[in-house]
């Protein structure tokens, strides 16, 4: 932060929680500004400990990466909304496009196809009356008594291999931060100046020891003015200086900085130059010693520097017997430290760590810009794949959901997180579920994609019909899915696995005379289904599964709170059951009855469909993020849900569950894919 700041106070390994004024004391910039940083990283911390390393709310999602076809290059939108990275609160008013981001001008655009990581990058931008007007106070004639700290939330993208997920650990992300340290001391007669200051020494060139470069500035680099013309190696300012002991002279470094230098400039320096000669200050032009470029609607600005160095081994003087150096390591643009100076106090003169030896030895320092308030924060958001159209242009397509949920501690109970469910299904319900082929042949089964989401799974303890004596349903419990993933439109039929057995030499399960084509495939085991996704999955190059329990349970509710997708009862026009007197007896072809708010047809009836996981008697230790429950310990049983054409009306619920033993197959068994990384 280069501001006129006297000094830099806060440190958290202090653990203090509070500054305290006292009376008739002089009031000092740094202990307002030290309690605010108390203040800031009480409020992050709390914050990271609820919610984690990051996260938004599970029922207001914010930042949802979601690819458009319809806007050209890096086609993908950036959703409204809330997220938390490292407790720092990101917040986005509306949907925008990657190319319009509010605080990243010229985003980067991608033409090498391939896995890109969409991530936030997250950090606090120093805003003075310079960057916004209304913070001088005009009624006073517009002094800048204040300064402010701005969260800057930019979403960008990393090339990764093709065969990365969102729980890849990277090992060249996120970005690293220097290794090189910093110790500066002042020569025995102490520091010599006459005035309190607070230096900044700051890498200008990134680059190991002896290729790195750095500035230095007595004022913390805060004497700085906006250029408002000129051009070449003539620029005219708004103003020369605060005064004329700190104004812009001969000979003085300055940098040239604008915009978007600043918010594109994690790693890019400004151009610096000299200046030469006296300023002007009927015209208030100032020459520098090399042309430079000034973009005036990028809003330019020259800071003073006081001196520009390689950073060498060695001892380095600034002035006043201030002295660095520099470790053997390398440097990042922006890597700064600072080093307040008091005239006349002991031993040194200067505020640096020392040891407990004999005389006290400084103590290197790493960069302040990777200490908590100055660095930035990363989150992954997304993964998509780039690839090339046929008119030579690229388009991304989304691969998989990498954002984090959480949900309100006050929305513990759970018909009110379920209400909230609501409301954000209804809105999923309106959208259209386009189902989908891999391949488009008929053997091929449809799938539709679904979003991530929660469910309340399970039946509840008050439901008015004993549907569940045994407790096999319960507890219920809320399920997070932070993921994307398809499911197949139907059962797997017997067209689609008759082609799986010729083209694997496999002999075809019976279909007990009832005919095949579009019927469920029946008389198949657990173990057969894992082997047909395992193939479907070499055949089309994706990722075939069957659906965890809580997956299935997610798709066959489609947002819905009912025993039934479609209600609390049931009769023969809905599902493929045990209908008393008027039985059906064998399956039907799918597709027969209506889908469920999400597209999906014969969730309910028809065959049991097998899932992934092992069969528990209840949901005590269930995890609650989709995945499958394989805990060894509960026996080799697989879970099957959605009831059969010979179940009645109890078994064919949405939270109805059985069993079967995983190489058992009968006319009633059956099952669906999923599909990973939608």
Known sequence: MKGDFSRDNFDP?????????????????????????????????????????????????????????????????????????????????????????????????????????????????????????????????????????????????????????????????????????????????????????????????????????????????????????????????EDLGPDDARGFANGQWVEIVDEWTELNGHGQPGQLAQIVGTPDPATRTITLSTGVSIVLEKHPKLRRWDGKRPATAGWIPLEYGIEVQFSDDTYNTGDYWLIPTRPGTLPSGIEWPVDDKTPPQPIAQPPRATQNRDCHHYCPLALLVLQP????????????????????????????????????????????????????????????????????????????????????????????????????????????????????????PSDSGWGRGRRPVINVSWQDAQDYCDWLSRTTGQRYRLPSEAEWEYACRAGTRTRYAFGDQITKVDANYWQGDHPIDKTTEVGSYLPNPWGLCDMHGNVWECTQDLYHYKYDGAPIDGSAWEDSSAGADRVFRGGSWNSNARLVRAASRSRNAPDYHDDYLGFRCARVQV
């Open 13 to 237: 390994k202090k653990h203090y929680s509070a500054v305290l004024i006292q009376q008739g004391r002089v009031q000092l910039d740094a202990d307002w500004n030290e309690q605010q940083a108390t203040h800031q990283y009480r409020i992050e911390t709390a914050t990271q400990d609820l919610i984690g390393g990051s996260g938004t709310p599970g029922y207001d999602r914010g930042f949802e990466i979601t690819v458009d076809p319809n806007i050209g290059t890096c086609n993908f939108c950036i959703g409204s909304g809330h997220y938390y990275v490292d407790g720092i609160l990101c917040e986005n008013k509306d949907t925008v496009d990657y190319r319009n981001q509010p605080d990243l001008p010229n985003a980067d655009t991608f033409t090498t196809e391939g896995t890109y990581l969409v991530y936030l990058d997250v950090w606090r931008r120093h805003i003075t009356a310079l960057d916004d007007s209304n913070i001088r106070e005009k009624a006073l004639g517009g002094p800048d008594t204040t300064t402010r700290i701005k969260t800057v939330w930019q979403v960008k993208l990393h090339k990764v291999d093709n065969t990365v997920t969102c729980r890849t650990r990277l090992s060249n992300w996120p970005p690293t931060d220097s290794s090189g340290k910093l110790t500066a001391h002042a020569l025995d007669a102490g520091y010599g100046g006459l005035e309190n200051h607070l230096y900044r020494v700051e890498i200008h060139d990134t680059g190991a020891l002896g290729k790195a470069t750095f500035k230095w500035s007595r004022d913390n680099g805060s004497i700085v003015t906006a250029i408002t013309g000129g051009g070449g190696s003539q620029v005219v300012v």
């Open 389 to 508: 159209q046929p008119d030579n242009t690229f388009k991304f397509k989304f691969k998989e959901e990498c954002r984090t949920f959480f949900h309100p501690l006050a929305a513990a109970d759970l018909d009110q997180m379920q209400a909230r469910l609501d409301q954000v299904q209804a809105q999923l319900n309106a959208m259209r579920w386009q189902p989908f082929r891999d391949i488009n042949e008929s053997w091929c089964p449809e799938m539709v994609g679904l979003p991530a989401g929660g469910f309340v799974m399970g039946s509840p303890v008050n439901d008015p019909d004993p549907d569940d004596p045994y407790g096999y349903e319960k507890p219920q419990h809320i399920v997070r899915i932070g993921y994307r993933f398809a499911i197949g439109r139907y059962p797997v039929t017997f067209e689609e696995y008759d082609y799986f057995c010729n083209q694997t030499g496999r002999q075809p």
